[in-house]
């Protein structure tokens, strides 16, 4: 593993796609994926997480947690609940006390 890797999740920036019915939210560190998080929507105001992967090159380096909580944000910010189907973001969730409340 690069050393530096700990230094460019700092600079790291957050995509989310969505279509209507199922989005993601993507991690990227220079311009290269280090991680992507899929969920798809269970009516207008929840979604479902479904998946979580990191590139094995930005593994232990927080961006799982980061796209969980870029999640966390966006439902925030806009009213939503999400269910955490994805083993990786149920532990998060599990783990912080303050995002319990968009569970649904």
């Known amino acids: 593993m690069n050393d530096d890797l700990a230094s460019y999740t700092s600079n790291m920036e957050i995509k989310r796609d969505d279509n209507g019915k199922k989005g993601q939210f993507s991690a990227w560190v220079n311009d290269e994926e280090a991680g992507l998080m899929t969920y798809t929507w269970a009516g207008e105001h929840k979604f479902i997480i ?28 806009n009213g939503l609940k999400i269910l955490p189907l994805c083993p990786y973001a149920k532990s998060v969730f599990e783990k912080t006390p303050a995002i319990q409340d968009l569970l649904f």
Not at 53 to 77: C, I
């Open 50 to 77: 479904d998946h979580t992967e990191v590139s094995p090159d930005y593994s232990g380096q927080g961006v799982g947690k980061k796209l969980v909580m870029a999640a966390v944000e966006f439902a925030r910010e």
